[in-house]
């Protein structure tokens, strides 16, 4: 039985939790470690990390380039102790997504809690988020390689989608998945 998993608000409380899988080495991005630049922002000042990280208007991309943050809902994954994040991120109206986006909705897992169901889990619960906003539909994305988030899409009703060039692995794609916001 796959124990049960809640989803919580980014908070300051919450915040040592998120410390602690930083130091073990989990990074919240899956396309590059941001654990070490994390942890030395997070340190030199709790308050503003959290802010910066869930409610500046602009975001880094890997290529260093800066964009604006699209409006999002953004959770920390919880099964009593500090499991991963989930978010789902969007443009008001609209399926569509800027360049910058390859999906409505990124999510990791701690390695020490994963194969156990949660991301799964947390997908479906994000998805009346995504429903309550006006959308029928998300998009997902994954490494064509990520067999585990292939799963974890499928379980929740994705439907694929084709492929997009991977922007930072040269041979690899993204695939793409729709995965309706009313479980099937």
């Known amino acids: ?34 654990s070490r630049d994390q942890l030395l922002q997070l340190r030199r000042n709790p308050r503003r990390f959290l802010d910066d990280l869930y409610h500046s208007p602009t975001l880094r991309l890997p290529d260093g380039r800066e964009v604006r943050r699209l409006p999002a809902h953004d959770f ?40 156990r169901g949660y991301a799964t889990q947390a997908l479906r619960l994000i998805l009346p988020v995504a429903r309550a906003e006006g959308f029928r539909r998300v998009l997902l994305t994954c490494d ?23 922007p930072g692995r040269p041979g690899h794609v993204k695939l793409a998945f729709w995965v309706p916001t009313i479980p099937v």
């Open 76 to 115: 920390w994954i919880s099964d009593g102790d500090f499991c991963g994040r989930i978010g789902f991120r969007y443009q008001p109206g609209t399926e569509d997504l800027p360049p910058s986006a390859m999906g409505h909705v990124g999510y990791t897992i701690v390695p020490w809690k994963q194969r």
């Open 1 to 34: 039985m796959t124990p049960s998993i809640t989803l919580l608000r980014p908070s300051l409380d919450w915040l040592p939790a998120y410390e602690d899988a930083l130091v073990a080495g989990w990074s919240p991005n899956t396309d590059q470690d941001v």
């Open 144 to 166: 064509d390689d990520n067999e585990a988030s292939q799963k974890v899409i499928l379980a929740n009703g994705g439907v694929a989608d084709g492929q997009v060039p991977h």
